[in-house]
């Protein structure tokens, strides 16, 4: 079975840092782009950062940018967000996301939700 499991959510200052993480297991996980996307209560869900498998090329959400960094550990499968400067408008439940352009696959984990008190 493929897993993505989050981690590192909960409760944190506006200012402040948090940092996620998303263990994968089931797939191989240097195949895969991996990245993070959130849904705050009544919005759609967004794309936040991604990260490719070869030359780790990475994306930002305009809002996110200079804020948040994405990382990968190919040898622990686990891909990492450092979230910097929290503001109240970040708090929505995070989702990894691993897919895979050839052939086509793409697999979500269930979320981790981050509150940001301002």
């Known amino acids: 079975d493929v897993r993505l499991v989050e981690s590192g959510g909960g409760l944190a200052q506006a200012g402040g840092p948090l940092t996620l993480s998303c263990v994968v297991s089931?797939?191989?996980?240097?195949?895969?782009?991996v990245g993070w996307f959130r849904q705050a209560p009544g919005k759609e869900r967004e794309g936040v950062s991604c990260?490719?498998?070869?030359?780790?090329?990475?994306y930002y959400a305009d809002s996110v940018k200079g804020r948040f960094s994405i990382s990968r550990d190919d040898y622990k499968n686990t891909v990492y967000l450092r979230m910097d400067r929290l503001v109240p408008e970040d708090s929505a439940v995070y989702y990894c996301?691993?897919?895979?352009?050839?052939?086509?696959?793409?697999?979500w984990g269930k979320g981790t939700l981050v509150t940001v008190s301002s």
């Open positions: 996301d691993a897919r895979r352009y050839t052939p086509p696959r793409e697999f």
């Open positions: 089931g797939i191989t996980f240097h195949d895969y782009a």
């Open positions: 990260i490719s498998t070869s030359d780790g090329s990475t």
